[in-house]
């Protein structure tokens, strides 16, 4: 399932999505990556001060990868809507 994202807010839905979809709690994955539920939350929330690296553990953990590529036409306001 691939997922287009330039926030950090829309990131954090994905990854939500993601780990629901895992069935997987935010305890659970906090485990898997040795940090705290919190941690999970805030990041899932697009807390900006999430550092990259529990991103990339956490993107791991869920056996995703993250893609760079040019930005499509779409607007922010456009992500948002194929996501609800």
Known sequence: ???LARTSRQIGA???RVRKHEGLSQAQLGEKIHRRQATI???EA???TT???TLLDVLAALDLELAIRPRTTTSARGIEEVFR
């Open 1 to 3: 399932m691939q997922q």
């Open 14 to 16: 994905a990854l939500r």
């Open 41 to 43: 939350s805030k990041l």
């Open 46 to 48: 697009g807390e900006p």
């Open 51 to 53: 550092q990259l690296q």
